[in-house]
């Protein structure tokens, strides 16, 4: 009889939470479809026309209206009666429509207080502006973080990396003014298109024959490497689109310091890999909708620190390469808070950009005014970085020698594109 009456429970439960499962389905079918007809515009680059593409009030109330349906609608349901994919849905509907209430809230005021004209000169000098920027933080690295915070944790940043640029100095055996001076000779520079295309094949090869050290997939999708010709990429040292990567070699000799790194982030493993992982990923409509910056970003500037493992950074110089780019990164990252959040002054930024970085004058005015133009994407990259390193070093600890690098980069990836606070959880499940 007590065996009866326990099969009995756990059948009913099962019908109990069989019925959530399918009432969660249609909720989250429905979010998906008014979600799409709301034709929301995708996050912009530069914070200006982000507002100018900002809709009536009347859009604003439709939005509003949708999100707090939503918002009513996840109190019917309880994660743990849900399958792992529907919980998966279940916690990104929750995350995207707390946080666009927050921005309609943003919104709300700003079509109150309009100004005829958007002012150019930072996000700091709109009506609100520390209000927007603190939202676009959040948006842009995809985790609940304040200025203040990120502030602290690219001061943390900037001196770990230069004590690597340092490390990679006193490797060379040459003294610090001679070793910043010689990083501008001839020899590290090549202006010849047939070499810089060669170099970057032998890079590819050698990563491709490692590959299989670190990742489990070791067959990315099919890719091309081609110089750039985009004139307003040319600033950067190269970038990734649709299966090739593209390095920028017009005007000036290439710098011969970038060819590893740079693969790394933009092709294999860094983007090309991610989204050839991605296009074997089985994903739910609610996924779809979105796509996460912090994550994005993040791994390209992650998958940098295995270069070694990977079979490049031969030598202190191909090494520092990577750390050269990468205190850029770090500095941008408290100069954007700065900047955007604490009303820095560009001489204040100038200031402090020439305190942490050596050798690279002639590109800090430029990423400041970037830093004005598009607030917060800077930090994506080194936050995002940062949070898969301290996963790694943590499971290391825990696991020991029963840590396996390749699993955990498939735990990673394996998900699609998420929030950062979702793949932590794939990755400690």
């Not at 700065?338 to 002054?345: A, F, I, P, R, V």
Request: proline fraction near 4%; charge should be neutral; aromatic fraction near 14%.
């Amino acid at each position: 009889m007590k065996i009866s009456l326990c099969c009995f429970y756990f059948f009913m439960l099962c019908l109990v939470n069989a019925g959530a499962q399918e009432k969660f389905d249609a909720f989250s079918d429905k979010f998906v479809k008014d979600y799409n007809a709301l034709n929301l515009p995708q996050l912009e680059l530069s914070y200006v026309s982000g507002l100018e593409h900002i809709g009536s009030p009347e859009s604003i109330q439709k939005q509003v209206a949708f999100f707090t349906w939503a918002q009513t609608s996840l109190l019917n349901y309880k994660a743990d009666k849900l399958t792992q994919a529907q919980k998966l849905d279940y916690n990104l509907i929750t995350y995207e429509t707390g946080l666009n209430l927050e921005r309609l809230a943003l919104e709300q005021e700003w079509v109150k207080h309009r100004p005829d004209k958007i002012p150019a000169g930072g996000i700091i000098t709109i009506p609100n502006g520390k209000a927007w920027y603190a939202y676009l933080l959040k948006r842009w690295v995809s985790a609940k973080v304040t200025p203040d915070e990120i502030y602290k944790f690219g001061l943390t940043e900037v001196a770990r990396v230069q004590r690597h640029i340092e490390l990679v100095r006193q490797q060379t055996g040459l003294p610090d003014d001679v070793f910043y001076k010689h990083l501008n000779d001839a020899v590290f520079f090549e202006s010849d298109p047939k070499v810089v295309q060669e170099s970057f094949e032998h890079t590819k090869a050698i990563i491709y024959t490692n590959l299989p050290r670190l990742f489990n997939d070791a067959e990315p999708n099919p890719l091309k490497i081609k110089a750039g010709e985009s004139k307003q990429l040319a600033q950067t040292p190269g970038y990734y689109d649709n299966n090739t990567f593209y390095y920028n070699l017009f005007d000036k000799p290439y710098n011969k310091r970038q060819y590893d790194w740079l693969f790394i982030h933009e092709a294999v493993p860094g983007h090309h890999y991610q989204a050839s992982v991605e296009s074997k990923t089985k994903t739910s409509a609610v996924q779809q909708l979105f796509y996460y910056m912090g994550f994005a970003e993040g791994w390209g500037a992650y998958t940098e620190e295995l270069g070694k493992q990977l079979g490049v950074y031969q030598t202190p110089y191909d090494e520092l390469g990577k750390w050269e780019w990468d205190i850029v990164r770090s500095v941008r990252v408290p100069l954007d808070v700065g900047l955007n959040y604490y009303g820095w002054t560009d001489e204040q930024a100038l200031a402090f950009w020439k305190k942490n970085i050596r050798n690279q004058d002639d590109i800090a005015l430029r990423e400041i005014a970037r830093m004005r133009r598009w607030p917060a994407q800077v930090v994506t990259y080194k936050y995002g970085a940062l949070q898969i390193l301290q996963w790694k070093e943590e499971l290391q600890k825990k696991q020991g020698n029963e840590f396996n690098i390749r699993d955990f980069h498939s735990r990673v990836l394996d998900h699609g594109s998420l929030p950062l606070f979702l793949v932590k959880e794939n990755v400690f499940r």
